[in-house]
């Protein structure tokens, strides 16, 4: 089977009056051809599933998924319940919902499947669907906006859905239903005296449009908060939808945009934006915000919480991890080895530490400096439930570790001699394990010893012990 | 005709938990129990008004969202199913209720005389939010009064809470000398939480109560300072910390009921009666019974 991606990413607006009241300004009846527009792209690009994330759906029990496989009902806007009703029947692709929401689980996001009769799809839900997918030809997946949610947990959101996008090998369509600014007019106005609320949220609506149309995703999404306390009203906290969106385009700046129309709705900026993942060499990143892969916030509200034992003057440093053991600065000692760019040890003692010739490192895992994010996973969530987990990518995290402590030594990974690998799976990791080391130490020659283990201090699979000869 | 009269006004919050925790007919998903202190509380302020003869039950419900001014429910009736979109696990409830259209158009009158933006809703397919209903039926499970329902406009997010109380004071008023004109005894409810900062977590059995409590200590102390406020008649200081409590409780005053409702009751300088306090996912909650009747009464 092919590797899912996906094929094409729209910006659309959240109110109803394009669907129901289109002929009664202009510029709702161009935000309506757009959708028409894009809804003929959506066909033309084959796509097999369209997935919503939707900020007028929020949530506060981590992320909700729509799971009814049709869903119907009758949506009455709360504000614009003079306009009319809008009657739905979607096509929810069940099976999809709930492989996003193990997904989601397996990244460390709260999250779970809703299927109830009656249950209210939110307005920007049903026009979405409603204008994009009107024959309801492609499935769809719906997504709440959780209003606690923060870039994180937004970022991992999405890449647990392309991590069932791509091993269901589908065409996905990735939509966001919002408006850039969202400031409405406070009173009640005649159609055809709509305009953009205030000349500040046209500029900055402009300004989005503008990075949006040279494929600058990632920009937008990193101008999130800036965007949010500039033309936003606090329905939801921050502009994140475009960090759902720039995450599931692989947080890229190089896509090609459109900008299918930009109008008024009540005050608020409704634009129809199409974004093609064909890379347009429009540049890199302004800005660098991490990257996650894991969620690990904080989630354990509803335990008991533990006394700390905040020792005496003498005790060391040391800085509390998201999960596991506590961190601690490397040891100083004669002939030690620490360096910023490796993760810091899970107790008293340095990254490595030189003898005459020789540099002997302590053991190494795949946990990311900084961030101490485990690169393909968590081997078991906080209560030590199983977690699925990626050998490769941690057995390519060490290696890396392992690279940056040489290198600190001033020597190179050509000068490592020995190396013992601890496995706490060898049954299911060694092949994993062993293909990585083919392609990186196994090309160098060191020796080799491996050894299956109970567990590590965290929650990894492998850890490599090494020895390196300087030279003479 | 003879005056209207405000006989109670009550804070009456929503959260849907205590109607799952009931087990009423209505709605669909089956609770073990749970939340007691606050289901009696609700049983208390019922207890309380039981002997009060009354016309209508005037409400606000943070969960009509308006950004444009405030919305009345403006047809008769209105039945149908509601699921909460945040806990339909927990609440799926066939509501059927009944309109004071003559009292809500009168107020939507009053408040639009005033300069306020107002509008009825007459469209027939719409769905009541769940706050309405689930204010409605721990206040009146027999569903034998009207009610009059208003939005929560939200002037709080477009502007700030002083803003936001500069409207929902002049609502308020307005509320009063409508209902003083229609010549009916009125119940006003503003159905709202106090602290509301929740946890995102649920515990796998909803209803455990080994897992509830306050989301801080802080949110503790202002939940506490407010009731205090209410149990010792000081409704002014209320408003007057209003923005205060609203930023640092992340309370769900910023939907403008309390205010309203402190305004509505021409901010009370005799004690209010508390009938229960609890916490519901991490936020604080409070059965709160002004006693307009009795303290008419005792002026008279």
Known sequence: MTEGSVVGSFVVPVHPHTVLAPDQNEGWQRLRDAFDTAAQTIKELDADLLVIYSTTWPSIIGHQIQSDPNPEWVMVDHDFHDLGSIEYSFNIDQDFAHAWDDANRKRGLQSRCVNYKGFPIDVGSVVALTLLNPDNAIPAVIVSSNMYANRSETTVLAKSCLDVIKAQGRRAVAITAMSLSNRMFTDFIKPEEDKIHSLKDDEWNLKILEFLKQGRLEDVGQLSRTIQRQIRVQKVVAFKPMWWLSAMNGNRNDLTGQVLAYEPIHGAGGAVVSIDPTPSGAGDKEYDEDDIEYFHGERGVLDTVDEIDEGGEEAPAVEQASSGPGLWEPTEAEGSVNTDAAPKPVGAYPHARKVGNMLFLSGVGPRQPGTNAIPGGPIHDENGEPLDYDIEAQTHAVVNNVKRIVEEAGASMDQVVDVTTFLVDMKRDFKGYNDVWAQTLGKIGPTRTTLAIDALPTPIAVEMKVIVHLGE | ?300
């Open chain 2, 1 to 300: 005709m003879v005056k209207g009269k405000i006989v109670a006004g009550c804070i009456a919050p929503h959260p849907p938990h205590l109607v799952y925790a009931e087990n009423p007919p209505q709605n669909e998903p089956v609770a073990e129990g749970g939340w007691e202190q606050l289901r009696w509380g609700y049983e208390r302020l019922r207890a309380s008004l039981a002997d009060i003869e009354y016309d209508a039950i005037v409400v606000l419900s943070p969960h009509w969202q308006t950004y444009i001014g405030t919305h009345f429910l403006g047809l008769p009736h209105f039945e149908g199913l509601s699921v909460d979109p945040i806990f339909p696990n927990l609440f799926r409830y066939h509501y059927d209720l009944n309109i004071d259209v003559e009292l809500a158009k009168a107020i939507h009158d009053e408040a639009a005389s005033a300069g306020l933006p107002v509008k009825m809703m007459e469209n027939p397919d719409f769905r009541v939010d769940y706050g309405t209903i689930t204010t409605g039926h721990l206040f009146n499970p027999e569903w034998d009064k009207p009610m009059v329902v208003l939005s929560s406009n939200r002037s709080t997010a477009y502007y700030s809470v002083e803003v936001m109380q500069e409207i929902m004071i002049e609502l308020g008023r307005v509320t009063r000398r409508a209902i003083e004109a229609s010549g009916k005894r009125v119940v006003v409810l503003a159905s709202n939480s106090l602290s509301h900062r929740h946890f995102t977590t649920e515990s796998e059995v909803p209803e455990d109560m080994s897992k509830e409590h306050i989301t801080s200590h802080a949110m503790h102390l202002w939940d506490m300072r407010i009731i205090d406020y209410m149990r010792t008649g000081q409704a002014q200081r209320i408003l007057d910390e209003m923005p205060e409590f609203t930023e640092q409780a992340i309370a769900e005053s910023d939907g403008g009921g309390l205010s309203w409702l402190l305004s509505t009751l021409d901010v009370p300088d005799y004690p209010a009666i508390l009938h229960g306090y609890g916490t519901i996912i991490g936020t604080g909650n409070a059965v709160v019974e002004w006693p307009c009747h009795a303290h008419e009464e005792a002026d008279a």
